[in-house]
């Protein structure tokens, strides 16, 4: 054997690539059980004394729940069982202890046990028929507490912990925290499945959510994080529970606070405010505590080192006055999403607090999305939202601008001009989405105006835009053909409800100034529930220029699933 195969930490290197999905990142999670490259990990720790320890560790770094661990037990401690929820959509295995442990039942566990720095398993996107990894039943963490007691904690080196809602009853908040968490502990995160049977958090269970999160073995957690994982992009609203205000008390070390479903209150936001290691806040607010927390008392050192703020809100004023206070001065990317369409979302209104070189000075990422409140929510199809102009757009050409989404399904009025303009002004640009639904308006914007765009930002990765493809123009003549603009960095390209007479042309253009591309999307397409592609409405001209495009992309599949492999078909 090469003697730098005797570095145990070479092997661990090495050993987590036998995974397929090769964990990284903070907070790294299994989605799907068991794990794919798990069955050879299991065999190289069997192999000989140098891999075993190795890849013992990688094998048991991440698991989906305490199950696993649990099943190290004598076989005759407990009992598997099968219960199938939604027509078998959802296959849940539960694990039940059939008899007294004592602590010599723990022998193999404590070996594994130390290993383990992340419990949790976060759904896939997809929720068709899926086995998910083991539940516990309520009563087998406390059973195992009580035969630990007097113990050291079971999970020593743990970083992350994923729960259900569903599981905090009376005795598992205490069972949590005596058995699993320590200081050791950086993550938590509180998940809720929606699908029909699961109901929302009661009272009663914020209440035991409060008791384990307020337990001294926590006060060093730095990520708190509440998520809904569903098969539908539907927003699920939890309400104001005190717990959340709470935590905002006694947590003012968090670095990461990330509770979109909980609707926090102005008096929250006022404790937020102050957390002086806050680097990232994601959360909903309705509008009168907003304009409760703009009438309070301002200060510069508030939000000293918030980087990232994910907003979910119904009115876009209240938070613009928001905005306009001292503060912030460390805020790179603002994520604001829109409840309903009730309220007019006037965006020239709300952009023109950048004029001012104080306000958020050092800001490179705005988006700006429309939340569905119901599925389907196809024929919304224009909120009520201003057009984007050139003259919406110019406070920002100050800023040095890396991605600017606006996806709120309104109309933009743009030309070359416009569009030359903010290439100018942003040269770093990376992600430009300008989404458009709009079929009743002729765009200004041609091929011209985005070879501009792709010439003068050579970093630009994604494109949303509408424009006018009826007509290709000069810039494919065979005379200029030598000195075509390319977009090499460009991977997904979004044509909106781009107006099209020939595919013919575009299916030979486009992988020539973009031979990199990964994607193209085209506007009159929805995605329901199941993942299936839908239409609706379409008028005979709409169709037209709808299965024009589709045609392009069904051409180009080939091209652009070998670019999204790692195989590009030209470089330039």
Same mark, same amino acid.
């Given at each position: 054997? #090469?003697?730098?195969?005797?570095?145990?930490?070479?092997?661990?290197?090495?050993?987590?690539? @036998?995974?397929?999905?090769?964990?990284?990142?903070?907070?790294?999670?299994?989605?799907?059980?068991?794990?794919?490259?798990?069955?050879?990990?299991?065999?190289?720790?069997?192999?000989?004394?140098?891999?075993?320890?190795?890849?013992?560790?990688?094998?048991?770094?991440?698991?989906?729940?305490?199950?696993?661990?649990?099943?190290?037990?004598?076989?005759?401690?407990?009992?598997?069982?099968?219960?199938?929820?939604?027509?078998?959509?959802?296959?849940?295995?539960?694990?039940?202890?059939?008899?007294?442990?004592?602590?010599?039942?723990?022998?193999?566990?404590?070996?594994?046990?130390?290993?383990?720095?992340?419990?949790?398993?976060?759904? $896939?996107?997809?929720?068709?028929?899926?086995?998910?990894? #083991?539940?516990?039943?309520?009563?087998?963490?406390?059973?195992?507490?009580?035969?630990?007691?007097?113990?050291?904690?079971?999970? $020593?080196?743990?970083?992350?912990?994923? /729960?259900?809602?569903?599981?905090?009853?009376?005795?598992?908040?205490?069972?949590?925290?005596?058995?699993?968490?320590?200081?050791? @502990?950086?993550?938590?995160?509180?998940?809720?499945?929606?699908?029909?049977?699961?109901?929302?958090?009661?009272?009663?269970?914020?209440?035991?959510?409060?008791?384990?999160?307020?337990?001294?073995?926590?006060?060093?957690?730095?990520?708190?994080?509440?998520?809904?994982?569903?098969?539908?992009?539907?927003?699920?609203?939890?309400?104001?529970?005190?717990?959340?205000?709470?935590?905002?008390?006694?947590?003012?070390?968090?670095?990461?606070?990330?509770?979109? $479903?909980?609707?926090?209150?102005?008096? @929250?936001?006022?404790?937020?405010?102050?957390?002086?290691?806050?680097?990232?806040?994601?959360?909903?607010?309705?509008?009168?505590?907003? !304009?409760?927390?703009?009438?309070?008392?301002?200060?510069?050192?508030?939000?000293?080192?918030?980087?990232?703020?994910?907003?979910?809100?119904?009115?876009?004023?209240?938070?613009?006055? @928001?905005?306009?206070?001292?503060?912030?001065?460390?805020?790179?990317?603002?994520?604001?999403?829109?409840?309903?369409?009730?309220?007019?979302?006037?965006?020239?209104?709300?952009?023109?607090?950048?004029?001012?070189?104080?306000?958020?000075?050092?800001?490179?990422?705005?988006?700006?999305?429309?939340?569905?409140?119901?599925?389907?929510?196809?024929?919304?199809?224009?909120?009520?939202?201003?057009?984007?102009?050139?003259?919406?757009?110019?406070?920002?050409?100050?800023?040095?601008?890396?991605?600017?989404?606006?996806?709120?399904?309104?109309?933009?009025?743009?030309?070359?001009?416009?569009?030359?303009?903010?290439?100018?002004?942003?040269?770093?640009?990376?992600?430009?989405?300008?989404?458009?639904? !709009?079929?009743?308006?002729?765009?200004?914007?041609?091929?011209?105006?985005?070879?501009?765009?792709?010439?003068?930002?050579?970093?630009?990765?994604?494109?949303?835009?509408?424009?006018?493809?009826?007509?290709?123009?000069?810039?494919?003549?065979?005379?200029?053909?030598?000195?075509?603009?390319?977009?090499?960095?460009?991977?997904?390209?979004?044509?909106?409800?781009?107006?099209?007479?020939?595919?013919?042309?575009?299916?030979?253009?486009?992988?020539?100034?973009?031979?990199?591309?990964?994607?193209?999307?085209?506007?009159?397409?929805?995605?329901? $529930?199941?993942?299936?592609?839908?239409?609706?409405?379409?008028?005979?001209?709409?169709? /037209?220029?709808?299965?024009?495009?589709? #045609?392009?992309? #069904?051409?180009?599949?080939?091209?652009?699933?070998?670019?999204?492999?790692?195989?590009?078909?030209?470089?330039?």
């Amino acid at each position: 054997m #090469h003697p730098c195969l005797n570095i145990s930490e070479v092997l661990s290197n090495i050993f987590k690539y @036998v995974l397929e999905d090769v964990p990284s990142g903070e907070v790294p999670e299994i989605t799907r059980w068991p794990e794919a490259g798990s069955m050879t990990l299991a065999a190289l720790a069997r192999t000989c004394k140098a891999f075993s320890e190795p890849a013992l560790n990688v094998l048991w770094y991440r698991q989906p729940s305490l199950a696993p661990l649990l099943n190290c037990l004598p076989v005759d401690c407990y009992q598997v069982t099968e219960i199938v929820r939604g027509d078998r959509m959802f296959i849940n295995t539960v694990m039940t202890i059939t008899r007294d442990l004592t602590p010599s039942d723990f022998e193999r566990v404590r070996h594994h046990a130390k290993r383990i720095r992340s419990i949790g398993f976060s759904y $896939p996107a997809s929720f068709s028929k899926y086995k998910t990894p #083991h539940r516990l039943d309520p009563q087998v963490l406390c059973t195992v507490r009580d035969a630990t007691r007097g113990h050291s904690r079971l999970l $020593p080196s743990l970083k992350h912990l994923r /729960i259900a809602l569903r599981e905090f009853g009376e005795e598992v908040p205490t069972a949590y925290a005596e058995l699993v968490v320590g200081s050791s @502990v950086q993550t938590i995160c509180l998940s809720f499945i929606d699908y029909s049977d699961e109901p929302l958090p009661t009272e009663s269970n914020w209440k035991n959510i409060e008791l384990f999160l307020l337990s001294p073995s926590l006060m060093t957690l730095t990520n708190f994080t509440i998520s809904i994982q569903q098969p539908y992009p539907i927003p699920v609203y939890m309400g104001s529970p005190s717990t959340i205000k709470s935590l905002s008390e006694s947590y003012g070390h968090l670095e990461v606070l990330d509770i979109p $479903p909980i609707e926090i209150t102005h008096d @929250v936001l006022i404790n937020i405010a102050t957390m002086g290691n806050l680097k990232t806040l994601k959360c909903s607010i309705d509008s009168a505590e907003l !304009s409760l927390f703009s009438q309070t008392a301002t200060s510069p050192d508030h939000f000293p080192t918030l980087l990232a703020l994910s907003i979910d809100i119904p009115h876009l004023h209240f938070l613009k006055d @928001v905005l306009k206070r001292p503060g912030f001065r460390c805020l790179r990317s603002i994520e604001i999403l829109r409840r309903g369409d009730i309220d007019r979302w006037d965006l020239d209104s709300f952009f023109d607090i950048f004029r001012y070189e104080n306000t958020i000075p050092r800001i490179t990422s705005i988006n700006l999305l429309k939340v569905t409140a119901s599925f389907p929510d196809l024929p919304s199809l224009h909120c009520n939202v201003s057009p984007i102009t050139t003259q919406t757009l110019v406070p920002l050409l100050s800023r040095n601008m890396k991605s600017l989404n606006i996806d709120l399904r309104g109309t933009t009025e743009l030309n070359n001009r416009a569009i030359s303009d903010l290439a100018e002004a942003w040269p770093n640009l990376e992600l430009l989405r300008l989404t458009e639904a !709009s079929t009743e308006t002729y765009p200004s914007v041609t091929i011209e105006g985005i070879t501009t765009l792709i010439s003068m930002c050579p970093n630009l990765r994604t494109l949303s835009l509408r424009f006018d493809a009826k007509e290709i123009g000069p810039i494919i003549t065979s005379s200029q053909a030598n000195v075509m603009v390319h977009g090499l960095s460009l991977r997904h390209l979004d044509v909106c409800t781009s107006l099209i007479i020939e595919s013919t042309p575009w299916i030979h253009f486009l992988p020539r100034i973009f031979p990199n591309l990964w994607g193209l999307e085209i506007g009159w397409v929805y995605i329901l $529930p199941d993942g299936e592609e839908d239409t609706q409405g379409l008028q005979s001209t709409d169709g /037209i220029h709808y299965h024009c495009w589709e #045609h392009v992309r #069904h051409s180009l599949l080939s091209f652009m699933t070998a670019n999204a492999r790692g195989n590009p078909r030209g470089t330039c």
